[in-house]
């Protein structure tokens, strides 16, 4: 089974900008649609973003967009996600996930398209 994991996570003040990793322990992740999710205390698990594995298209969900970036490397086998101008509300434990559906947002935006999770890694954002 492909394990996935995060890294990048930190504290950061208001405005900042942070950069995730995610990277599968056995395969490139050229196979999956990577999506990226995030859960605060006492909140659901929400998608952020998703990025496409062939054509690296992509989806961001309207609180990040303008302010969030999905990259993929692919000689490195890793899928970026890159957090600028960041506000207290994105304070969360950031998960990526992976899955072998079709993409396309009525797929990607939802925790049950996905099959394949890391173990998440902490954002916070505070003055």
């Known amino acids: 089974q492909v394990q996935l994991v995060e890294s990048g996570g930190g504290s950061v003040q208001p405005g900042g900008s942070l950069t995730l990793s995610c990277k599968a322990s056995e395969r490139p992740l050229d196979y999956y649609v990577i999506g990226w999710f995030r859960q605060a205390p006492g909140k659901e698990r929400e998608g952020v973003s998703a990025l496409n594995k062939n054509d690296d298209s992509s989806w961001y969900s309207d609180s990040v967009k303008g302010r969030f970036a999905m990259s993929r490397d692919r000689t490195k086998g890793t899928v970026y996600l890159q957090m600028n101008n960041l506000k207290s509300e994105d304070t969360a434990v950031y998960y990526c996930?992976?899955?072998?559906?079709?993409?396309?947002?009525?797929?990607?935006?939802?925790?049950?398209?996905?099959?394949?999770w890391g173990q998440g890694t902490q954002v916070t954002v505070s003055s």
């Open positions: 996930a992976a899955t072998t559906l079709g993409f396309g947002p009525e797929l990607v935006q939802f925790s049950c398209s996905y099959n394949i």
